[in-house]
């Protein structure tokens, strides 16, 4: 083998181990891609089980009760818990944006965030509490958020969600059919 030839072939080899070390980066690229928005999904997915444990603890449970039944007005307390929720609720909204518009975030994560959102936004208390906050966020934030979360959603009508669960378990033991 000349020299000529060895070089020839050592630059055939260089060149095939350029073009591995490029599918295998692809590949590497790829995975990384793949693991990043499962931990995007995941952070979403933790975010929206702490939101809903708030109300989990007796007071804000008895807060949620309230808003749902379209009770009277809140006390000062109350209005402050819901002030908080609400706030929490919102930038959980505009972070899922943020996330979906990059990419980050598919389009069943960001409607599974927005779900939520929105069936608590129709609430007239959370709703009312949401104009007391525009001060705190942007225009363009209050105007994309009212997109998505208020002006698509009508006024939920007062709900007993205690008589409605009594119902639909009574109606679950008259279906069934004991076993022997």
Request: glycine share 6%; with cysteine; proline share 4%.
């Amino acid at each position: 083998m000349t020299l000529e030839q060895l070089s020839s072939a050592s630059q055939i080899v260089a060149a095939i181990g350029v073009i591995a070390s490029l599918v295998y980066l692809a590949l590497q690229v790829r995975q990384s891609e793949i693991s990043q928005r499962a931990l995007v999904l995941q952070a979403r997915t933790d975010r929206g089980i702490t939101l809903s444990l708030c109300f989990s603890e007796p007071y804000m449970g008895e807060l949620l009760a309230k808003i749902v039944r379209g009770e009277g007005d809140l006390d000062a307390g109350q209005q402050a818990a819901l002030l908080g929720y609400v706030r929490s609720l919102a930038l959980n909204v505009l972070d899922a944006r943020a996330q979906n518009q990059t990419g980050l975030l598919n389009d069943a994560g960001f409607e599974r965030a927005l779900a939520g959102a929105r069936w608590f936004f129709s609430m007239p208390h959370a709703r009312a509490t949401w104009r007391l906050l525009h001060n705190q966020f942007t225009a363009a934030d209050v105007a994309g958020l009212n997109q998505l979360l208020v002006d698509p959603v009508p006024l939920a009508t007062p709900v007993d969600q205690v008589a409605i669960g009594k119902a639909i378990r009574a109606e679950l033991l008259s279906a069934s059919v004991p076993t022997p």
